[in-house]
């Protein structure tokens, strides 16, 4: 979800560093442990043959897996979702099984919800911001499906709030054993359903954003067993993998885009449009397919009768889909350049509205930079096309096609387009468990996009480096929860900092202040290759990280992610080897609060000179004070901790030493 959505500006203007001064710090108040920090007892397990102490997928890890085939109407003069899906469930894990659970996200959106229970009379952006729309899944026929099951008995069910759980006939066996079930649904869509589905009214007509729109298998895996915590809104989603086979019925006159790969172009498509659909594939420069003028005055597509018109798609090895649809679309796209030579399609669909603002024509060029950066630069994007979609969803990702509203321009644009194809990585491909660790995809991506922003168009929207003595205090202070929190369990108004801000600022020192670009990219590029299309826990993510780059680090992820701690580095006094400067000067620091990290300090002399030393984290390791020696062969005129800002140091005024006049 969209990262600029939590104000960043008006957190540092709360946290703005003290100004410097002598120090006049005591260490004895130090509220250092050391013992607590490097406690070497952090794993509280040891591998196993599901998941190695290496962080690697262990030789028996197993996965199940649902592959769906759906087809679905949209009326939109109801805003009525309507179809069947058919479910195909393969158990690979070692147990039988004598129900399935499935989610029914759509149940938030219902007039007795738990979700609605919860949202403050303020308001929430989990919700429909007022609207009374009666929301929710109408279950019709659940019943077995396949070959083995034509005209297949009915199976029963029993529905809690955001969930419903299918009693099977018989056991289905571990190790491989199949199901095959249908199930009848039917959704009035809300116009916003919690910024993440939704109607947005144009002058040419409704842009309908549609997710989380049919029923899907809940997770089952070696962790947790079924994965069945509630939709309330805060925490996205946790999924498996299949192939996907989409059918969607939609009023002929519009565009339809879908995750995966369209079937059937030369049915949706009129003679012109398709021509330039083809054009678009072998396009570096993005190509109109169906433009402004020509909404509402384009010839009928081949394929359309009774005013219907079916759009067919397909897409595989994935874990959700999502499409859109409305006759007020702008439809452009290029082609995007993959590793190995291969390529996708990037496009974009946006209204009249969006065109105007000069800022959604360059959407599919974000879009093609965006993932060729991504591919590049950590693992090969996995589908054929990647849709922007312009709406009132203010950002939200799925496989292969995301959600930005229509009114985002320029810089703005760029990075909700950048942030939500970054989603693709995490959690799409390393599929790990946004209801419960959403930094894990938030705080990733957030980091990623960081790295993606400073090569687009040569640093065209390149921010300025982070002071981060500034934000010290809005990423550790006191009213936050740890980042091991699951979302549900945050403040609202805490879900920017603790999901999006802090993890992605935590990964930044890793990997420039602590293991360094080299060391760190290739221990983050292991992790995506060995979960890609798996389920990884924090823990898999941690023993990966170290492992691959040689480095014991659960001080640092103790204190950063399970821990609220708080860094404070001072310079607590500065002699001479027996009072003569030209023996050398002994510089004694201490770790004044429970975090400890890497220390860089900066001498600088009577004369000017300036001497830069950096100090490892195992300083700390047994100390709360350390007390070093550096040979600037004269007087001492100053000694600073950290003088570029590289470390979030919640009070920078006692990082300063100075000689008395």
Not at 603 to 632: M, Q, Y
Request: glycine share 8%; proline share 5%.
């Amino acid at each position: 979800m969209k990262k600029g959505l939590f104000s960043l500006a008006g957190l540092l203007l709360a946290a703005a560093p003290l100004p410097e001064s002598q120090a006049q710090t005591d260490p004895s108040a130090s509220k250092y442990d050391y013992h607590a920090a490097f406690n070497p007892n952090f794993y509280t397990s040891t591998g196993n043959e599901f998941r190695s102490a290496s962080g690697v997928p262990g030789p028996k890890y197993w996965q199940n897996r649902s592959d769906y085939d759906l087809a679905v109407s949209l009326d939109e003069s109801r805003n009525l979702i309507s179809g069947k899906v058919t479910i195909t469930y393969t158990n690979n894990s070692p147990d039988d099984m004598d129900f399935l659970w499935v989610h029914l996200d759509q149940n938030l959106f219902a007039r007795d919800a738990r979700g609605k229970a919860i949202v403050s009379p303020l308001g929430s952006r989990y919700d429909t911001q007022g609207e009374q729309v009666e929301g929710g899944f109408k279950i019709g026929e659940v019943k077995l499906a396949g070959k083995k099951n034509k005209g297949g008995a009915a199976l029963k069910y029993e529905i809690t709030d955001t969930r419903m759980q299918v009693f099977l006939p018989e056991k289905l066996k571990a190790g491989g054993g199949k199901i095959s079930f249908s199930i009848e649904f039917g959704y009035v869509s809300p116009k916003f359903g919690a910024d993440r589905t939704g109607i947005q009214d144009t002058k040419n007509g409704k842009i309908f954003c549609v997710a989380q729109w049919y029923p899907r298998m809940a997770v089952y895996d070696d962790v947790l067993g079924w994965n069945t915590v509630p939709y309330t809104g805060p925490g996205e989603f946790y999924l498996g993998y299949g192939d996907f086979n989409v059918a969607i019925t939609a009023p002929d006159n519009h565009i339809v885009v879908c995750s995966g790969e369209l079937l059937n172009e030369k049915e949706v498509f009129n003679t012109e449009e398709l021509k330039r659909y083809q054009q678009a594939k072998t396009s570096d420069k993005t190509v109109i397919i169906r433009s402004a003028a020509e909404i509402g005055n384009s010839a009928k597509a081949p394929g359309a009768s009774n005013g219907k018109l079916t759009w067919r798609f397909r897409m595989k090895n994935t874990r959700d889909v999502a499409w859109a649809s409305s006759a007020a679309f702008i439809l452009d796209a290029a082609r995007i350049n993959l590793p190995d030579g291969k390529s996708a399609l990037a496009m974009s669909a946006y209204p009249i509205e969006s065109d105007g603002q000069k800022a959604w024509g360059r959407s599919t060029e974000y879009t093609k930079a965006s993932i060729e950066h991504y591919s590049r630069k950590w693992y090969p994007y996995p589908y054929t096309t990647a849709v922007n979609v312009a709406g009132n969803v203010a950002g939200m990702e799925y496989p292969g096609i995301v959600f930005c509203h229509y009114q985002s321009r320029q810089a703005s644009l760029w990075g909700v387009t950048d942030h939500e194809f970054g989603h693709i990585w995490f959690p799409m491909i390393v599929g790990s468990n946004e209801r419960l660790h959403g930094w894990m995809d938030e705080g990733f991506n957030t980091f990623i996009n960081g790295i993606s922003t400073d090569e687009f168009n040569n640093g065209e929207y390149r921010e300025p480096k982070r002071n981060m003595h500034a934000i010290a205090n809005m990423l550790m202070n006191d009213n936050l929860e740890p980042v091991m929190t699951a979302p549900a369990g945050m403040k609202e108004r805490n879900i920017g900092t603790l999901l999006y801000y802090k993890p992605a600022i935590g990964l930044e020192l890793l990997r420039n202040q602590i293991l360094g670009p080299e060391r760190f990219d290739r221990a983050f590029r292991e992790y995506i290759h060995r979960w890609a299309y798996k389920h990884p826990t924090p823990y898999d993510f941690f023993r990966t990280m170290e492992n691959v780059s040689g480095e014991s680090l659960s001080w640092f992820w103790r204190g950063w992610f399970l821990e609220n701690w708080k860094l404070d580095q001072a310079v607590t006094d500065v002699k001479y080897v027996k009072n003569d400067p030209a023996q050398g000067a002994l510089i004694t620091i201490a770790n004044m609060e429970k975090l400890p990290m890497p220390v860089e300090v900066q001498v600088t002399t009577a004369s000017g000179k300036k001497i830069d030393v950096k100090l490892p984290v195992e300083i700390w390791e047994r100390n709360k004070v350390w007390t070093f020696k550096v040979n600037a062969g004269e007087k001492i005129a100053k000694v600073e901790i950290d003088p570029e800002k590289n470390y979030p140091d919640v009070n920078p005024s006692n990082n300063v030493w100075k000689a008395e006049e």
